[in-house]
């Protein structure tokens, strides 16, 4: 295969650690292609407003993928619009499969695919994201200062946020499943202790009700004797858990037992020229700027690894 046919970086999603990565790799000249199935910005379109990017106090997460998009395009970043289907690491080259069965050969991959919070599927879900519904407590809490909300989980995750919650809504409803939490033993005695913490016990949510300015209610469903009652709320956050989206990782990629990928300090995985940035990556903080702060670094890795492997060919 001709090199000139080869690109030297093949990123794979285009959200903020995507997009990062774009704007460095063209910074250090390689020939890269973005391939995004979707919008720019992946699910930083489905953000009302976004407080905490460094610089800038207030913007819609919309707006700020078209930033994005618009930084990358200015370094002249070549993007496609299509699905990518499989990746395969070859010794020499890396094959990447679009969804209309072509095949490009790269010399390095970012995936920055992504994930995505488990969703309980019940009417008005889907519906009111954005709009009272939230999987992100530290995003969204601020809006609901002073307000009433039902966290839905009873793990680490719904009992943390949850207690972040206590410190801005007037009244946070637990809603659990089962008749005892499975979150560690200090967060329990935290959150049994927080007076605007109301835990309901075999509790799970029927559907999520709302009028034109958003959620105003739920249905709950009681686990046990399958009674139904309505309850009034301003918003809706769910903690049941997340799911990274790893299907197109290669097989033989080490993964933790969450299916989160595992790299290196260089964003690199066990695959030599395989990196992950973003939300699919295992790590501690899930942020816009953390994901931006993988493709910083895993473009750059990249390059290092490009100039390598040319060099050595």
Known sequence: MPESTIHDLIIIGGGPGGYTAGIYAQRA?????LIEKGIPGGQLNNTDEVEN??????ISGAE???????HAA???LEVMNREVVGIEPGRDRHTVTLDNGETLATHAVILATGGSPKKLGIPGEDQNYGRGV???????????RDKTVVV???GDSA????LYLAKLAKQVYIAHRRDAFRAGMILQKRVLAEKRITVLW???????????????GVITKNTVDGTTAPLATDGVFVFIGFEPNNSLVPAGTKMNANGYVIADDKCETNTPGIFVVGDLKEKYAKQIVTAAADGCTAALAAAHYVENKKGGE
């Open 134 to 144: 939230s999987y992100c407590a530290v995003c969204d809490g601020f809006f609901f």
């Open 152 to 154: 839905v989980g009873g």
């Open 159 to 162: 009992l943390e946020e949850s």
């Open 74 to 76: 200015a370094y002249d």
């Open 53 to 58: 990017w460094p610089g800038t106090e207030k």
């Open 29 to 33: 000249a390689l020939k890269t292609l």
């Open 202 to 216: 075999n509790t799970v949510l029927a559907e999520i009700q709302a009028d034109g300015q958003g959620v105003n």
């Open 64 to 70: 700020l993928a078209v930033k994005f998009s618009q």
